[in-house]
Nanobody, 122 residues
Framework: QVELVESGGELVQAGGSLRLSCTAS??????????AGWYRQTPGQQRELVGT???????NYKDSLKGRFTISKDHAKNTWYLQMNSLKPEDTGVYYC??????????????WGQGTRVTVSS
C-alpha cells in the first residue's frame, strides 16, 4: 500500500510564494519513485498538469507556469516539493501530488495525494 501525503496549502497574497510538499510512504521494504509531479484543479476547470520530474531529474512544466513554479526532490525523504513564486489569484485551486511508483509487489502504479488547497488573494 502506497500513500502520498501533501502539505503546505494555505492562503497567500498575490505576489507571494508558497511551497507544497508531498511525501510517499509504503508498507514495503523499498520502492522506486519513477515520476513525481503536481497537478491542480482551479475553479471551473479540469485538473491540469503543473509539472513533473523523473527519477533521472528531467523536468517538465505547463508552459504558462515555467519560471514561476519549480519542482524539487529529496530522495532520502521520498519527498518532492512544488515551489510557487509570484503567485497570482488565478493560481487558486486544489493542488494534487501524483507519482508513478514501483514496488516489488505491485510493479508500477499511479498514485494521488488527497489534495491541498491554495488560495491566492488579490
Amino acid at each position: 500500500q502506497v500513500e502520498l501525503v501533501e502539505s503546505g496549502g494555505e492562503l497567500v497574497q498575490a505576489g507571494g510564494s508558497l511551497r507544497l510538499s508531498c511525501t510517499a510512504s509504503a508498507s514495503v521494504d523499498w520502492f522506486i519513485i519513477n515520476i513525481a509531479g503536481w497537478y491542480r484543479q482551479t475553479p471551473g476547470q479540469q485538473r491540469e498538469l503543473v509539472g513533473t520530474v523523473t527519477s533521472g531529474g528531467r523536468e517538465n512544466y505547463k508552459d504558462s507556469l515555467k519560471g514561476r513554479f519549480t519542482i524539487s526532490k529529496d530522495h532520502a525523504k521520498n519527498t518532492w516539493y512544488l515551489q510557487m513564486n509570484s503567485l497570482k489569484p488565478e493560481d487558486t485551486g486544489v493542488y494534487y501530488c501524483n507519482a508513478d511508483i514501483w514496488t516489488p509487489a505491485t510493479g508500477s502504479r499511479d498514485y494521488w495525494g488527497q489534495g491541498t488547497r491554495v488560495t491566492v488573494s488579490s
